[in-house]
């Protein structure tokens, strides 16, 4: 079993930089790759997709609406994956989840992860 704790969200303004982070706890975080995943509020949203990162840390995706925008990186030391946002934007706003799963591919795929946190709340403002 892998915990996972999400921190970092809030109401910023739109242009604002955000770092969210995921604390994990249990089984060796080093032996999982990461995933942050998204979900807007509007009825209807599904989950989708947003960055991952491979349990070494040597390989990172992205989903193609927050590339060069977003940066995922992990502490393996800590047990903490990070999501820096940056240039944020009102369409960026959703509850925002880490995943963790047993090995390094298919890191886009959601129903891949067997381990997910609780959320937390990213509202950009215009």
């Known amino acids: 079993q892998v915990q996972l704790v999400e921190s970092g969200g809030g109401l910023v303004q739109a242009g604002d930089s955000l770092r969210l982070s995921c604390a994990a706890s249990?089984?060796?975080?080093?032996?999982?790759?990461m995933g942050w995943f998204r979900q807007a509020p509007a009825p209807g949203e599904e989950r989708e997709f947003v960055?991952?990162?491979?349990?070494?840390?040597?390989?990172?995706v992205y989903a193609s609406s927050v590339k060069d925008r977003f940066t995922i990186s992990r502490d393996n030391a800590k047990n903490t994956v990070y999501l820096h946002m940056s240039g944020l934007k009102p369409e960026d706003t959703a509850v925002y989840y880490c995943?963790?799963?047993?090995?390094?591919?298919?890191?886009?795929?959601?129903?891949?992860?067997?381990?997910w946190g609780q959320g937390t709340q990213v509202t950009v403002s215009s």
């Open positions: 995943a963790a799963r047993s090995g390094n591919f298919n890191l886009r795929v959601d129903r891949e992860y067997a381990y």
């Open positions: 249990g089984r060796t975080f080093s032996l999982y790759a």
């Open positions: 960055a991952g990162i491979t349990s070494t840390g040597g390989s990172t």
